[in-house]
């Protein structure tokens, strides 16, 4: 279990929280200070004035190193203490890391009353002027704080209150997602889109820049008010973008509508585009911000299961064109992701379906224990949803650009794809992407590539949990048709994602094309003879 760590300012109340969230979660509590202070067996102050500034630095450190090798504590960080790189990657890296905030008169009022009344140590401000210390403190700390994603204000609330909130963060889990150029993180808990202007200002955007919230008229009502002050509260400037719902309008036409909106609203580019939404969003959005003007900085809080477990990992873009689909996009990755579990409770059944059949995929591909847990139909728990996108995350860091191994993602989409265009996208991608799961386990099996029994475990899956696992009547050799048009025109051949077993994919290079009519026809394509 990763640690929780609260730094802030000085007085911002990093020890006295940090003991009641231990005490609310029943984990062990450190402050850093006195951990200090007992292992040199002197007082902070003593430290300071005999050692100097740089000893009890170095004393910091050495502490900081040790805490970091701990599992499920909460560490109360002294106010500088993340100052220093090596303490930030030491604590940063794969622990919850929370900063508490107040405003500069809350601080100054706190630390007066600590050095009249309560006798906390306070060594840096032991000098003449200490107000003007306090300012200068602040401005070189500022841009460090504001480097944490999770920023909890405590001005004017009980100690009580922030610790409720404190300790709702302790659960957030933060995958890093590597890429060719670099890594990203991946957020997902509970409660946490209200923090998406402290995660965008810890991603780099500058503080005073305007974001784009591009959503749509379904989503827009439930969550970009939230999103919106968010962002406010954080400096920036927001500005609301409209797509149309659903599959029919990601294209070109839309992305144009998107450009037009951002020029409208100011962005330039130091701006931000956020989606807010499910794949359509994230697709479209995404690809607008790779192309305006020649690319601008991208966020994604997704908010449909599909999207979470899938369309808002590994940076691809893009549109669909008449002929077919995400025929047009761009390789364009997140500055971050937010995955807040809870949007899911507004989320239509059979969009929920939907993202089942990608989960159901995910555990084909690389979780075996996923899977099973998933066959018995029931909703996923927030930790199936992070196994989920912990496959992905582990297939797209070892091929960021889709060059060889990434291909397994695409177990299903051969034949799912081209039911989805046949069904005019009337068959969710999910859906449609399950029965070519369906249809790429009973080609294993004709091949000798898996048992028989395995498309019937798929089959029993799928069921479970509400998917359809057959084909819509269309003509076999529409479906043929409909997969082998593109591959066609580049002159290239079909390339299947085959299962071996539940957990194990292989790509094949040729199937025979007698084999994949036969396995349409079992699943209810209607085989004209032709
Ligand atoms: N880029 C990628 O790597 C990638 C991967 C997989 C899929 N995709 C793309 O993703 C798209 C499918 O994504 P999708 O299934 O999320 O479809 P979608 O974006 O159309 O969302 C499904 C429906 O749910 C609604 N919705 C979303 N979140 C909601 C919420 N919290 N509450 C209520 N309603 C909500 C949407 O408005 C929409 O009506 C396809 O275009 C597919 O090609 C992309």
């Given at each position: 279990?990763?640690?929780?760590?609260?730094?802030?300012?000085?007085?911002?109340?990093?020890?006295?929280?940090?003991?009641?969230?231990?005490?609310?979660?029943?984990?062990?509590?450190?402050?850093?200070?006195?951990?200090?202070?007992?292992?040199?067996?002197?007082?902070?102050?003593?430290?300071?004035?005999?050692?100097?500034?740089?000893?009890?630095?170095?004393?910091?450190?050495?502490?900081?190193?040790?805490?970091?090798?701990?599992?499920?504590?909460?560490?109360?960080?002294?106010?500088?203490?993340?100052?220093?790189?090596?303490?930030?990657?030491?604590?940063?890296?794969?622990?919850?890391?929370?900063?508490?905030?107040?405003?500069?008169?809350?601080?100054?009022?706190?630390?007066?009353?600590?050095?009249?009344?309560?006798?906390?140590?306070?060594?840096?401000?032991?000098?003449?002027?200490?107000?003007?210390?306090?300012?200068?403190?602040?401005?070189?700390?500022?841009?460090?704080?504001?480097?944490?994603?999770?920023?909890?204000?405590?001005?004017?609330?009980?100690?009580?209150?922030?610790?409720?909130?404190?300790?709702?963060?302790?659960?957030?889990?933060?995958?890093?997602?590597?890429?060719?150029?670099?890594?990203?993180?991946?957020?997902?808990?509970?409660?946490?889109?209200?923090?998406?202007?402290?995660?965008?200002?810890?991603?780099?955007?500058?503080?005073?820049?305007?974001?784009?919230?591009?959503?749509?008229?379904?989503?827009?009502?439930?969550?970009?008010?939230?999103?919106?002050?968010?962002?406010?509260?954080?400096?920036?400037?927001?500005?609301?973008?409209?797509v149309p719902?659903?599959?029919a309008y990601k294209t070109l036409e839309t992305v144009r509508s998107l450009y037009d909106?951002?020029?409208?609203?100011?962005?330039?580019?130091?701006?931000?585009?956020?989606?807010?939404?499910?794949?359509?969003?994230?697709?479209l959005?995404?690809f607008a911000?790779?192309?305006?003007?020649?690319?601008?900085?991208?966020?994604?809080?997704?908010?449909?299961?599909?999207?979470?477990?899938?369309?808002?990992?590994?940076?691809?873009?893009?549109v669909d064109l008449p002929?077919?689909?995400?025929?047009v996009?761009?390789?364009?990755?997140?500055?971050?992701?937010?995955?807040?579990?809870?949007?899911?409770?507004?989320?239509?059944?059979?969009?929920?379906?939907?993202?089942?059949?990608?989960?159901?995929?995910?555990?084909?591909?690389?979780?075996?224990?996923?899977?099973?847990?998933?066959?018995?139909?029931?909703?996923?728990?927030?930790?199936?949803?992070?196994?989920?996108?912990?496959?992905?995350?582990?297939?797209?860091?070892?091929?960021?650009?889709?060059?060889?191994?990434?291909?397994?993602?695409?177990?299903?989409?051969?034949?799912?794809?081209?039911?989805?265009?046949?069904?005019?996208?009337?068959?969710?991608?999910?859906?449609?992407?399950?029965?070519?799961?369906?249809?790429?386990?009973?080609?294993?099996?004709?091949?000798?590539?898996?048992?028989?029994?395995?498309?019937?475990?798929?089959?029993?899956?799928?069921?479970?949990?509400?998917?359809?696992?057959?084909?819509?009547?269309?003509?076999?050799?529409?479906?043929?048709?409909?997969?082998?048009?593109?591959?066609?025109?580049?002159?290239?051949?079909?390339?299947?994602?085959?299962?071996?077993?539940?957990?194990?994919?292989?790509?094949?290079?040729?199937?025979?094309?007698?084999?994949?009519?036969?396995?349409?026809?079992?699943?209810?394509?209607?085989?004209?003879?032709?």
């Amino acid at each position: 279990m990763h640690n929780l760590v609260l730094t802030g300012f000085m007085a911002v109340g990093k020890t006295t929280v940090g003991r009641i969230v231990a005490r609310q979660l029943g984990r062990p509590f450190v402050d850093m200070a006195t951990e200090i202070a007992r292992r040199a067996g002197k007082s902070i102050s003593h430290i300071f004035d005999v050692a100097g500034e740089a000893a009890f630095r170095r004393l910091e450190a050495a502490v900081c190193a040790e805490l970091a090798g701990r599992e499920g504590w909460v560490i109360a960080t002294g106010g500088g203490a993340l100052m220093d790189a090596n303490n930030r990657a030491c604590l940063m890296d794969s622990n919850t890391v929370v900063c508490l905030t107040a405003t500069p008169k809350a601080v100054l009022q706190r630390v007066q009353s600590d050095l009249n009344d309560n006798g906390v140590e306070r060594p840096l401000l032991a000098i003449p002027d200490p107000q003007a210390e306090i300012a200068r403190l602040w401005d070189a700390r500022r841009e460090m704080y504001a480097s944490v994603p999770w920023q909890v204000d405590t001005s004017d609330r009980s100690v009580e209150e922030v610790a409720a909130e404190v300790a709702r963060l302790a659960d957030v889990v933060t995958i890093s997602v590597q890429h060719s150029e670099g890594v990203y993180p991946y957020h997902i808990g509970e409660g946490i889109l209200k923090y998406i202007g402290g995660v965008l200002r810890s991603a780099g955007a500058p503080t005073g820049s305007r974001v784009a919230v591009v959503s749509n008229p379904v989503v827009a009502p439930l969550y970009v008010g939230e999103v919106e002050a968010s962002l406010r509260r954080s400096g920036f400037y927001p500005v609301i973008c409209t797509v149309p719902d659903g599959e029919a309008y990601k294209t070109l036409e839309t992305v144009r509508s998107l450009y037009d909106q951002f020029l409208a609203g100011g962005l330039d580019r130091s701006s931000t585009v956020i989606a807010v939404g499910g794949g359509v969003t994230g697709d479209l959005a995404g690809f607008a911000a790779a192309t305006f003007m020649r690319g601008v900085r991208f966020a994604q809080v997704p908010t449909s299961l599909l999207a979470m477990v899938d369309a808002a990992i590994g940076g691809k873009t893009g549109v669909d064109l008449p002929q077919g689909k995400n025929l047009v996009g761009a390789f364009w990755q997140p500055a971050s992701v937010l995955a807040d579990s809870t949007v899911l409770k507004t989320l239509p059944v059979e969009e929920w379906r939907s993202g089942m059949a990608e989960m159901l995929k995910h555990g084909v591909i690389g979780d075996a224990a996923l899977f099973s847990a998933l066959a018995t139909g029931r909703y996923p728990s927030s930790q199936e949803i992070e196994r989920a996108v912990r496959v992905k995350v582990s297939v797209v860091a070892k091929d960021p650009s889709e060059t060889g191994r990434r291909m397994v993602l695409n177990l299903g989409h051969t034949v799912g794809h081209a039911l989805e265009r046949l069904s005019r996208y009337s068959l969710r991608h999910g859906e449609a992407v399950g029965i070519g799961m369906l249809a790429a386990a009973r080609i294993a099996a004709a091949v000798g590539l898996a048992d028989s029994s395995l498309s019937g475990q798929i089959e029993a899956a799928l069921d479970a949990c509400g998917l359809p696992y057959r084909c819509p009547p269309f003509p076999v050799e529409a479906i043929w048709e409909a997969m082998t048009h593109d591959k066609k025109r580049q002159g290239a051949t079909l390339r299947w994602v085959l299962p071996h077993a539940i957990g194990e994919v292989a790509i094949v290079e040729e199937v025979p094309p007698k084999v994949v009519r036969s396995v349409l026809a079992e699943i209810g394509g209607v085989d004209e003879g032709v």
